[in-house]
């Protein structure tokens, strides 16, 4: 009824601030967002969108026209809209930009111009800048007249006059010195400005090695671009941490939760197509053992205990690997010694299981073959869990694939194959 | 020999920064890592403590003696001094803080007496406070005679006589005031403060959705106790979505990623211990179809693509559950939603799924009741792994259980047994 949405209209542009309507429209099913979405009134619109993540704020853009989606942005700093613009089909971002007034679009077109995964794709242009010859006294006058300074400005940036970046002013030193000083006395050179090309995993490490709130990045030639601020690192760092977790579940990091059944189901189909793949030579590797299998069936039913328990040794290795890597502390010098504990720390569980499994297998099945075939499977089973576990992701990243996709399936593959067949073989062996 | 060791010296305490001679220690094995820790110099050892992560940092500590550790920690601020205490075993603290002079104890043990995960456990005591009834100008003259104000201070808190906490300054607006204006006029009162027993998950959604730099700590009167930075939220936020990924296989996100073997094998083991519980349940499962298994080889060589299509398909469902349990989208209300979807997109894939791989099992053993048992068991599988994948981490949540840890056994566990049963069971049934 009409009560009810004026409720959700006043609620959506009113009652929460923008950032709350857009978590409120993350949380909700793809029909009723679209009804939400349109309750939020046309100057709301901007700052909702700029909050929602990659994947819902794409669905929303894709529904708009390119007139619409520019009096919605109007009021966003440059970098918010040009993230906004990545989000959008090819075409309607260049009508976007056809439409936008000339001193806009070449801003834009600038923080376009590099990819959204680097320094230059985080920062945006709102930086108060002073030169070094001036006194603090004058720049405590000049800030005066300024109303408005831009949110998280902890520092103001030292530049020449020809733009190139000197220092750094925080606002702390700033308050704490003699007003005659001069600036070039006070600023801080010790911290270098950041280059627009760097990539934003290392802008992300810099920032929470230096406790930074805001830096500089600059061009190749040292001139002042804009400024990187804590609030877009927290966003990398986020994303960086949850990548990990969704590949190696083959899901998207940006992918909405409520993402509608059809769109659902095509993505999952692909992931489930490739494991098949996984499933499918395992099931081949066990038909080469057709003929024990028939002979002793007890193998069939202990079969899964081997390479499900190789399967999870390795992911354990893989995740721990993958993680140091996402921290930077595994790299050639130090993998040695991690293949090494890994190896021993298998060999050492798979001993131990190796006992239990068998003595269980020989009371279950009174036959004391395949307690020792079982057990000499898991042992090998964990040692190639292991090796897998460490080198697969070294190997899948020294050849430029994300080893959190591509890392678990094949670390399957490998348990699941080197499982079968050590068991079913050495059954053979036994039993033959 | 001895010039390889006196260059090493001089990296860690000149060359490198602490938290780079911290990063270094986290990658280097153990022992070379205790020998790079004896070469850290007595004045840089509580520098580089404090950058460590916790099992690193607590590997270290449980090596020094009290004296030793008071000495390292003297110039710390108090919150990272008692993040360092909650890492030391009882006796170690309770002997430190018997050592440490009258007012640090006083300050470090209000620390410890809030959670290390909560609001008050974050928080540290280095406040910049000042009356609302003064002007911006005495706040300039008081703030010159400090040379130094706190890292990260990016507004002054205002409270009352009795440190009531009344408003934020922000440094920013402070500098583009007029000088006459009495600080009552122009500070802010629309951010709430931090209630110190917040848990810390909530104060980093606080700092996300906000913005925030810094906020101001409050007791149940009222109270100013201190300000959590935003440095110490992007370790919450990191240690926060890392957990979720290291818990899924089994490890702590605090797992120093060089741990000695014998530590290694130890945790790992439990986690093993654990999954072969699953593992055998499956095999129980399996054991009550020996007759038929023993009839049907081709089933014993299929199983496996059955129990593994569910487990992945539920595995899928279960991250995304889990990760949206992190962000906070999913609750009572749209949890409904999602069950539907996931079934549906479960039951689409399935059925997908369940032709092809029917298609190849008719063609690989020739018989199409092998292709029609498979094809419904995978169905059922793939229905089952959407409901466990939804539901299991809602109701450990609900139980106070943590999903990422307890769900991908419990689903697998699921997933294994009912693919197995709808298997085995369609197949006694049909060829029976």
Do not use: C
């Not at 094949?410 to 079913?424: C, N, S």
């Amino acid at each position: 009824d009409s009560g009810e949405l004026k409720r959700m209209r006043f609620m959506l542009n009113k009652g929460l601030r923008p950032v709350e309507a857009a978590k409120l429209l993350e949380k909700t099913p793809p029909r009723e967002r679209q009804i939400l979405w349109n309750l939020v009134s046309k100057e709301n619109e901007g700052k909702v969108l700029q909050h929602l993540g990659d994947d819902v704020q794409a669905d929303i853009v894709s529904r708009m026209d390119a007139s619409e989606l520019l009096a919605a942005t109007e009021g966003l700093d440059s970098d918010d809209m040009a993230d906004m613009m990545q989000q959008m089909p090819e075409r309607l971002m260049r009508e976007v930009l056809r439409i936008m007034d000339k001193q806009n679009r070449k801003r834009v077109e600038k923080l376009l111009s590099y990819p959204e995964d680097t320094a230059g794709g985080l920062m945006n242009t709102d930086t108060v800048t002073i030169r070094p010859d001036i006194t603090v006294e004058t720049v405590l006058r000049y800030l005066r007249r300024h109303t408005d300074v831009p949110q998280d400005t902890d520092s103001l940036f030292v530049v020449s006059r020809k733009d190139s970046f000197i220092g750094v002013l925080p606002l702390t030193r700033l308050l704490t010195s003699d007003p005659q000083v001069m600036v070039r006395e006070i600023m801080r050179t010790e911290q270098a400005a950041i280059p627009a090309t760097l990539p934003d995993q290392e802008v992300a490490r810099l920032f929470e090695d230096e406790d930074l709130v805001s830096a500089p990045v600059v061009d190749e030639s040292g001139k002042l671009l804009g400024r990187i601020t804590i609030d877009d690192v927290v966003d990398v760092i986020r994303e960086d941490a949850d990548h990990s977790l969704m590949s190696m579940a083959g899901l998207d990091e940006d992918e909405d939760t409520f993402a509608p059944v059809l769109r659902t189901t095509r993505r999952r189909a692909v992931w489930l197509g490739i494991n098949l793949i996984t499933a499918f030579i395992a099931s081949a590797v066990i038909g080469l053992f057709e003929g024990t299998l028939e002979q002793v069936v007890a193998l069939a039913v202990l079969m899964p205990i081997v390479a499900s328990m190789g399967g999870i040794a390795g992911s354990q290795t893989l995740t721990l690997v993958i993680r140091g890597q996402a921290l930077g502390h595994i790299e050639r010098g130090n993998i040695g010694w991690l293949f090494n504990r890994e190896l021993i720390a298998g060999a050492l569980n798979g001993t131990l299981w190796a006992l239990v499994v068998a003595a269980v297998a020989v009371v279950w099945f009174g036959d004391t073959t395949v307690g020792i075939v079982i057990a000499l499977a898991i042992v090998i089973n964990l040692l190639a869990g292991a090796m897998a576990g460490t080198l697969l992701p070294m190997a899948l990243k020294s050849a430029g694939i994300d080893p959190a996709l591509a890392g678990s399936v094949l670390l399957t593959t490998i348990t699941d194959v080197v499982g079968f067949f050590a068991f079913l073989g050495l059954a053979t062996l036994f039993f033959g």
